[in-house]
C-alpha cells in the first residue's frame, strides 16, 4: 500500500507547508477572476490568437488562478495534496472526483499494481530501435503498444490464424536474395485473415476508452517511461516490484535501486505537482482526440506528443541546458542582457495563465534547495538557477508578469536525483497521464466533437493554370 514514510520525511513536508502559506499570505488580496461559474452556451467571450481566453467546456476537476498563483484539484490546494497525501491518492482523486477512503484506496492500489506489469507491451517495444529514440516518441510508442493488452487484439479467441504466414527471418530471405524491384521482394502488407469471422468485441473486455485503460495508463506510463531511460542507457527493462509505491516504483525501474524515502517522497511530491493543469496544450490536444471518439491510448499519445514541445513539457529539459550554457552565476547578467537583445524566449519562465508566481515552482524551488544542501555537487547548478531567477525579475520579469514556472526548477530537482535531462520531460507525462485520462472522462459524459474555426485570409477566384503553363 502506498503511504507517506511520514517521520522520515517530515522536513520535507514542513518545507511544503511553509511554501503554501507564503504563497496565500502573498497572494490573498489579490481579486478572484471570474472563472468558477457554471455557462449557458452559446458563451460570449474574448478569444485572443492561440485560443487564450476560449472556453472550450465546464470542468470540475481542475482550477488554475493565474492572478493569484493559486492550483486546485477537485477542491484541494495543490500545497496540501503535496503536503499530506500520495500520487496514487491525487490520481484516484482526479479519476473519481474524492480522495479515497482507505478501503477505496487499496482496491485501486491493487488496480495499478496489476496494470504496472506489462509483459506484452514490453514484448512488443523491446523490438524497436528504442536506444536511438527521443525519450518521449518511445514513450508515445509504448504508449500506443499498451492498446494491446486490453482492447481484443491480444486475445487468444480474436487470436488471428497464423498458418501459411511466414516468420521475419524467413520474409527477409527474398529481400536479400533476390534483385530489387522483383515482386517477392516487396512486403506483402495483406491483411491476415482471421481464423473465424469476427462478430464484434465480446462485450466482457474493456473499452479502449473506459475507466480501466485510465488506471491501465495511469500505471503503465511509468512503467513504460522506466524502461524507455534504461533501454537508451543499453540496460534491459526492470520488473515492477508490487510492494513499492507509484514513485518508489518508478524510481526503481528506471534507476535498478530501491530509493531512499526521500528520494521517492520527492518524487512523489513532482509527480503530485505535475498531475493536472486546466486546458493546457497536451491537455487540450488529448481531449480533441477524444472527442472523436478515438481511443484513451491514441488521445494519452496525442498528449505525450504535445508536452513534448520546448514551450510546454519540453523545456524542463531545455531549462538545464541553458543552465548549463549559463555555466555560473557570475555569468547571469550579461547572458540575460544579450538574450533579452535577441529577443529570446527564457526556458522556465513565462506562463499563459500564470501572470503571478507558478505555485508549483514554489514548491520545486525549495526541495532543490533542500536536495543541495544534502549533496552539493549541484550547488553551482542551483545558484546559476536562483541568479537567473533574480535577474529575470528584476529586468523583464516583473514588468511584464514572467515568473519561473514549474519547468524552472523540476529539471534541477531531477538533476539532483541523478535523473538525465533526456528522461525529465517523460517524468512529466508520467504524471500528467492522470490529468489527461481525468478530463477526457469527464469530456466524453457530454461529448461534442471540438471543431472551432480559421478565418480565412487567402484569395478567392484564382485562375486553374494547367501544370505546363505555369511558371
Ligand atoms: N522569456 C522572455 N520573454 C517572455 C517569456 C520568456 N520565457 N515568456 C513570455 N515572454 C514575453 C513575450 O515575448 C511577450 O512579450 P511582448 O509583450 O513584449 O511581446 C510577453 O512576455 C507576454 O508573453 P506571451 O507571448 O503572451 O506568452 P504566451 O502565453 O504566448 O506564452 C509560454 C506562454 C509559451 C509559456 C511562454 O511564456 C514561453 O515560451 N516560455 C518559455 C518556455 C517555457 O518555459 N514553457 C513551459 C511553460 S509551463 C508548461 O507548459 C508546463
Redesign the pocket.
Known amino acids: 500500500m502506498p503511504h507517506r514514510k511520514d517521520e522520515k520525511t517530515r522536513d520535507i513536508t514542513e518545507l511544503i507547508v511553509k511554501a503554501g502559506e507564503k504563497a496565500r499570505r502573498e497572494t490573498r488580496a489579490i481579486p478572484e477572476p471570474e472563472l468558477t461559474r457554471p455557462i449557458e452556451w452559446p458563451v460570449s467571450c474574448t478569444v485572443?490568437?492561440?485560443l487564450?481566453g476560449a472556453i472550450a467546456c465546464e470542468t470540475k476537476i481542475g482550477y488554475v488562478n493565474g492572478s493569484k498563483g493559486w492550483l486546485i484539484y477537485r477542491g484541494y490546494d495543490i500545497f496540501e495534496l503535496c503536503a499530506y497525501s500520495t500520487f496514487e491518492e491525487v490520481s484516484y482523486l482526479l479519476l473519481h472526483g474524492n480522495l479515497p477512503t482507505k478501503k477505496q484506496l487499496a482496491e485501486y492500489n491493487k488496480k495499478l499494481v496489476d496494470s504496472r506489469n506489462l509483459n506484452n507491451t514490453m514484448r512488443l517495444f523491446m523490438n524497436y530501435p528504442v536506444e536511438g529514440m527521443n525519450a518521449m516518441s518511445a514513450l508515445r510508442l509504448g504508449t500506443n503498444l499498451m492498446r494491446h493488452e486490453l482492447t481484443y487484439i491480444d486475445r487468444e479467441e480474436y487470436k488471428p490464424n497464423l498458418d501459411g504466414v511466414i516468420g521475419s527471418d524467413e520474409d527477409s530471405i527474398p529481400m536479400e536474395t533476390k534483385p530489387m524491384g522483383e515482386k517477392d521482394a516487396i512486403y506483402g502488407f495483406k491483411r491476415i485473415k482471421m481464423n473465424r469471422p469476427f462478430k464484434g468485441v465480446n462485450p466482457e473486455l474493456h473499452p479502449a476508452a473506459g475507466a480501466e485503460s485510465c488506471n491501465h495508463l495511469v500505471s503503465g506510463v511509468a512503467t513504460i517511461a522506466a524502461a524507455v531511460a534504461r533501454l537508451k542507457l543499453g540496460q534491459l527493462p526492470i520488473e515492477p516490484d508490487p510492494e513499492l509505491s507509484h514513485a518508489a516504483n518508478f524510481l526503481y525501474m528506471m534507476t535498478g535501486c530501491r530509493p531512499s524515502p526521500v528520494e521517492e517522497r520527492i518524487m512523489d511530491v513532482a509527480l503530485i505537482l505535475?498531475a493536472d493543469?486546466g486546458m493546457?496544450?497536451?491537455t487540450f490536444a488529448s481531449m480533441v482526440v477524444a472527442s472523436t471518439l478515438s481511443d484513451m491510448y491514441f488521445s494519452v499519445g496525442a498528449g505525450i506528443a504535445a508536452?513534448n514541445g520546448?514551450?510546454?513539457?519540453?523545456?524542463?529539459e531545455?531549462?538545464l541546458y541553458m543552465l548549463e550554457e549559463i555555466g555560473n552565476p557570475g555569468n547571469v547578467k550579461k547572458w540575460v542582457k544579450k538574450?533579452?537583445k535577441e529577443?529570446?524566449?527564457?526556458?522556465?519562465?513565462?506562463?499563459?495563465?500564470y501572470k503571478s508566481y507558478?505555485p508549483r515552482a514554489r514548491v520545486l524551488a525549495p526541495l532543490a534547495e533542500y536536495l543541495v544542501k544534502k549533496d552539493s555537487s549541484n550547488h553551482n547548478l542551483l545558484e546559476t538557477a536562483t541568479t537567473l531567477e533574480k535577474e529575470?525579475l528584476d529586468t523583464?520579469g516583473t514588468k511584464?508578469?514572467?515568473f519561473p514556472?514549474?519547468?524552472?526548477y523540476s529539471g534541477i530537482v531531477y538533476a539532483c536525483m541523478g535523473i538525465l535531462p533526456e528522461n525529465f520531460t517523460t517524468i512529466?507525462a508520467v504524471s500528467r497521464v492522470a490529468g489527461w485520462t481525468s478530463r477526457i472522462l469527464e469530456y466524453l459524459e457530454n461529448n461534442r466533437i471540438f471543431r472551432p474555426r480559421a478565418m480565412y485570409t487567402g484569395s478567392f477566384e484564382k485562375e486553374f493554370k494547367p501544370l505546363e503553363k505555369r511558371r
Open positions: 485572443g490568437p492561440g487564450e505535475h493543469h493546457n496544450a497536451s508536452l520546448p514551450l510546454h513539457g519540453g523545456a524542463n531545455q531549462v538574450s533579452v529577443k529570446k524566449k527564457i526556458m522556465g519562465f513565462g506562463h499563459r495563465v507558478d529575470i523583464i511584464k508578469k514572467i514556472n514549474v519547468d524552472f512529466f
